[in-house]
Every structure is written in structure tokens, then in C-alpha cells.
């Protein structure tokens, strides 16, 4: 059955002595304004660029090293891992509603559900 995915999010992780001033930073290198999670504290948002790509920002633990990742939504996460792995991805770890998984060269990034509704019926490429 066909399902569909795009890179969605450009994800700044950034641990809590360097997140204000990076958030700062790219708001101000962007012209975007940060729109804070109302669920949560942790989570931030510059909005939306070129192609409905979005910019987010996440607060993580004491120690972490500073880093972005990126995001591919998708309609059917199974799947998306399915193909992405027939691809060369290694899956790391089952999050509970998305994966976290590793690209070829060693990069991290997550396979997360629909998370920018419009945006991506607008841009989601269709696979067989």
C-alpha cells in the first residue's frame, strides 16, 4: 500500500546551558520569532521556510552535545522505516510513535508521524 513522507524538520537540540542563547541566535539569523510550545517547555518553533520546511527548537538533557537532526514525517511510520532501512538506515530505537534511526554516514535523525499538517499534503512525496 502507498504511503507518503518528506524531510520536515530542521531540529536544533540544544542542552539547557546553551539553549537560550542558540534559540536567540537563530531567531535573530532568520527573522523569525520563537513561538514556545504551550504544552511544553522544552519544545520551540522559528515557523515555517522554503517548501513548508520548518525550524524547531528542543531543549535536551545536562551534558548533551549541541547538534540538529532532521525529521521525516509520514503518513505510515512502519513502512517509511521499512523502505529507509532498504536503503542503508540503521533503526536505533523504537521511541514510542516514531524511530530514531541512523543514515549511512553515521547521521541520526527520527521518523515521526504528519506533524505539519497542510505543509505536508502540500509537499509529501508518494511512495509505491
Do not use: I, Y
Amino acid at each position: 500500500m502507498p504511503h507518503r513522507s518528506r524531510l520536515a524538520v530542521l531540529m536544533l537540540d540544544l542542552p539547557p546551558e546553551v539553549h537560550g542563547a542558540g534559540q536567540a541566535f537563530w531567531a535573530a539569523a532568520t527573522g523569525h520569532r520563537v513561538a514556545p510550545d504551550r504544552m511544553d517547555d522544552n519544545w520551540s518553533s522559528l515557523g515555517s521556510f522554503a517548501g513548508g520546511f520548518h525550524l524547531e527548537v528542543q531543549r535536551t538533557g545536562h551534558g548533551t552535545p549541541p547538534r540538529w537532526h532532521v525529521d521525516v514525517e509520514t503518513d505510515d511510520v512502519d513502512a517509511e522505516v521499512a523502505r529507509l532501512v532498504e536503503l542503508g538506515a540503521t533503526p536505533l530505537q523504537d521511541m514510542g510513535g516514531f524511530w530514531q534511526m541512523r543514515d549511512p554516514a553515521g547521521l541520526v535523525f527520527d521518523v515521526v508521524g504528519v506533524q505539519t499538517g497542510e505543509d505536508f499534503d502540500r509537499h509529501a512525496t508518494t511512495w509505491p
